[in-house]
DNA sequence: GATGGTCAGATGGTCAGACCAGTTACAGAA
DNA sequence: TTCTGTAACTGGTCTGACCATCTGACCATC
């Protein structure tokens, strides 16, 4: 029997549920082995007990032990494969960075995402032009340059230009070599690479980016914070000035 | 049979696998319901279809439609509860926020933890008190002082003060207010509280802590970013110079 | 001694059926 | 019309089973 288009009539707000959630049984579990693997009784890379062993040493069925291990794996702490016991695996980058950008998308999407978003961002990378300023060695200047150089030379193609312009920010942020700076922008990649696809429609836009990607350049060369920072604003702000008022936010993947 | 104990002896870092992880069922089931729920087929408050109805549906038995709805469950995309039908529930905060908490204890786990997040956190207390030098209204001034004061009234008491400077930066934050950048501190928070009971234990920190707070709150009440920057960034130097050098980075929850 | 093939045992993945506790809707009585 | 009891539907947990995968031991060959 099935239930397609069952209870699907529209409904107000729901209203919040007052009955407090009974807790299940897999939950002691769960607890009980991320504090273990927590403390290290279970150290990254070694197997965790089998289901069955699981099952025996807890006094649950076997259903329930596998509820533990998935949730386990959904939190990133351990990966299962068949045929092997789980294994306790340290917190992964990528595993971070998924979870970096459903947050980032969250946000988009709600109210004022966007306006939200860009303030966020423009501290980010103001931050980051900042300390690339102060930091920025010789050879992290001539990689720099090489970044202007191809954001230049794509001028008339929307699409390489738009992946030059990423390019130059990331770029940016390596010289500060920071993995969280790195984790966030390539939270935001994708979505950046969509954002910049709609603003470089606008006539005469790819100069205008150019050139303050020049200026911002420029003031890092010249080891001059304040002024990275400013130039980096005038751009951010430029760009929230040509980007459509209440675009449909985009999920990055 | 318990296996307590099996297969712990120290190993050398694992060596990534190269077998491909064959695709489960139910990770069929959870893209199709997790795309059914974007598109709104399914919107916020509705119950989804039952656990029969779906192993129908599909053709799967209970047991792989439990471990769909699990995993649609940790991605906090709907909720479970006993005798009624999973509901989709909207991105909630609390959700958003665990999910930041985890990856904030992921960066100060790795080596250079410490140095890494206190890099990013610099960069986002001076670009907030930059900003909330250049909007703070009247009121919020107001409301700065009155935390400043409790933060000076609390001296002497190492558990109050931390408390006190914490609420400080918590009010300059919330001068911006951007949802993003609240829920960066809250992710925070309690580290940030674990952190300022160690370094307060130093002789005289709390009479240079609320100094520096002062200095703060002046420079924001003037209405200069630039000065209100430095004066964080100050403090924040001071506080990692008296910072034990590699503690054991604790978690947040 | 090194290598390759085979196999048994241990493992996870999935299934079917069952039972229990919680929730909801409806029919009947007051 | 309202209230109550009950049936139906729901999720939570269990047991036993079978299938596919992986690993280690063993043996034959070079």
């Known amino acids: 029997m099935t239930s397609q288009g069952q209870d699907r009539a529209q409904a107000p707000a729901p209203r919040e549920r007052r009955t407090v959630r009974r807790r299940r049984m897999h939950e002691d579990l769960v607890d009980v082995l991320a504090e273990d693997i927590r403390q290290g009784i279970y150290p990254v890379g070694d197997?965790?007990?089998?289901e069955r062993c699981l099952m025996d040493e807890f006094g649950v069925s076997r259903l329930t032990v596998r509820e533990a291990m998935a949730a386990l794996e959904s939190h990133g702490l351990i990966e299962?494969?068949?045929?092997?016991?789980?294994r306790v695996c340290g917190p992964r980058a990528d595993f971070l960075l998924s979870m970096l950008s459903q947050a980032a998308v969250f946000y988009l999407q709600q109210p004022g995402g966007l306006h939200t978003f860009g303030e966020v961002r423009e501290l980010v990378e103001t931050g980051v032009v900042r300390l690339a300023a102060e930091r920025a060695t010789a050879t992290q200047i001539e990689e720099l340059a090489a970044r202007l150089q191809a954001n230049r030379d794509a001028i008339g193609d929307t699409k390489i230009f738009g992946q030059t312009d990423i390019e130059f920010?990331?770029?940016?942020?390596?010289?500060?070599?920071?993995?969280?700076?790195?984790?966030?922008f390539r939270a935001v990649e994708q979505w950046l690479q969509e954002v910049r696809d709609i603003s470089l429609r606008n006539e005469g836009q790819m100069d205008i980016a150019y050139a303050a990607h020049a200026r911002i350049f420029e003031a890092i060369k010249a080891g001059s914070p304040d002024l990275a920072a400013q130039e980096m604003r005038v751009h951010l702000h430029q760009l929230a000035t040509i980007y459509p008022r209440n675009p449909d936010a985009k999920s990055p993947f």
Do not use: E
């Open 80 to 86: 299962t494969r068949p045929g092997t016991r789980a």
């Open 169 to 184: 920010h990331l770029a940016v942020a390596q010289i500060v070599d920071n993995p969280i700076i790195s984790s966030f």
């Open 47 to 50: 197997p965790l007990p089998s």
